[in-house]
């Protein structure tokens, strides 16, 4: 399932589905150490914008919290 272009299908319908419902952006948030989700998040025109450290002991990975502005995103797909 990985390295299939899944997550990124997913993350443009819902991107889609978002500013047919007139939404202006779309937050994501993900284990610091999940470095494949992280980019494809990145490569769907998402950056970050806080980290949450782990506090909750060991077994806790942080979190890093990520933002699509779908306004911007969408003038550039629709330049007219």
């Known amino acids: 399932h990985r ?3 899944y997550g ?3 993350l443009e319908n819902a991107a889609s589905l978002a500013v047919a ?4 952006s779309l937050h994501v948030e993900t284990y610091a ?3 494949a989700a992280l980019a ?3 490569r769907c025109g998402f ?3 806080a980290e949450r450290p ?3 002991g060991p077994d806790d990975r942080g979190q890093i919290l990520l933002y699509k502005d779908l306004v ?3 003038k550039i797909a629709n330049p007219n």
């Open 72 to 74: 911007e995103a969408e």
């Open 33 to 35: 150490q999940d470095h």
């Open 40 to 42: 494809t998040y990145k």
């Open 8 to 10: 990124q299908a997913i």
């Open 3 to 5: 390295r299939r272009g």
């Open 21 to 24: 419902k007139g939404l202006c």
């Open 54 to 56: 782990a506090v909750n």
């Open 47 to 49: 950056r970050q914008i």
